[in-house]
């Protein structure tokens, strides 16, 4: 079990540009969580997919961010025109079913916006 | 909404001192409460969790207590070694909606000195 996969680990864009995250998840959890993590925020809960259907985006910015899970073996986090404060480590989390259980994180990846 | 409230963001210590984290939490129903640890450079990882009031999670000489009463669930540690110098979160799942995503607190910051 190579445990939640996050590609790049390091990813730096200019200003405007666009940036792909991308989570693959434990084989059979069905659950998918993405955070943000800055010094000054902490841990930031952005969105949430269970069985692939999305069922809670609260946290995710209204404008750039977007999220997808065109399958159960990956996630992928799009933000579009980045802007220097998207600069941040994102994390993806997976767990067997829902909420309740524990999650496991990937490594995260890290996005310097210059 | 569902919220978790870690009080201190930073802990300085020496080792074989005694550890104490304070976490409250907010919730309409009977929530889960976790406690994961995030090594530098690492995801969290879960350290334990409790589901049932005056349930003792423990792991790693770490232990906390479900507190319904007091709605808390403060992490403990009899001697800190310099090696559990890590970031700290305490994270809430509500049951009774299993639509919902788990929600974790600021996070605090330990640092043990040999």
């Known amino acids: 079990n190579a445990g939640v996969i996050q590609t790049p680990r390091h990813k730096v864009t200019g200003k405007g540009q666009e940036a792909t995250l991308w989570c693959e998840p434990i084989?059979?959890?069905?659950?998918v969580f993405w955070y943000r993590q800055t010094i000054v925020q902490g841990l930031e809960f952005l969105t949430y997919?269970?069985?692939?259907?999305?069922?809670?985006d609260s946290g995710m910015p209204k404008e750039r961010f977007s999220a997808q899970m065109p399958n159960q073996s990956h996630s992928t986090l799009k933000i579009q025109s980045t802007q220097p404060q998207d600069s941040a480590v994102y994390l993806c989390?997976?767990?067997?079913?829902?909420?309740?259980?524990?999650?496991?994180f990937g490594p995260g990846t890290r996005l310097t916006v210059l | 909404g569902d919220s978790v409230t870690q009080t201190e963001g930073q802990v300085a210590l020496s080792e074989e001192d005694f550890l104490t984290i304070h976490c409250n939490y907010s919730?309409?129903?009977?929530?889960?409460l976790f406690w994961y640890v995030q090594y530098p450079g690492e995801g969290p990882q879960l350290l334990f969790r409790?589901?049932?009031?005056?349930e003792k999670g423990s792991s790693r000489g770490f232990e906390a207590t479900y507190d319904k009463g007091t709605t808390s669930f403060h992490l403990r540690k009899a001697s800190v070694q310099e090696s559990d110098s890590a970031v700290y979160y305490c994270?809430?799942?509500?049951?009774?909606?299993?639509?919902?995503?788990?929600?974790f607190g600021a996070g605090t910051k330990l640092s043990v000195k040999p």
């Open positions: 989390a997976s767990s067997l079913d829902w909420g309740r259980d524990e999650q496991y």
């Open positions: 084989s059979g959890h069905s659950a």
């Open positions: 994270a809430l799942s509500e049951t009774t909606n299993n639509n919902n995503a788990p929600r």
């Open positions: 409790a589901s049932r009031d005056k």
């Open positions: 919730a309409s129903g009977y929530p889960t």
């Open positions: 997919f269970r069985n692939q259907a999305p069922i809670d």
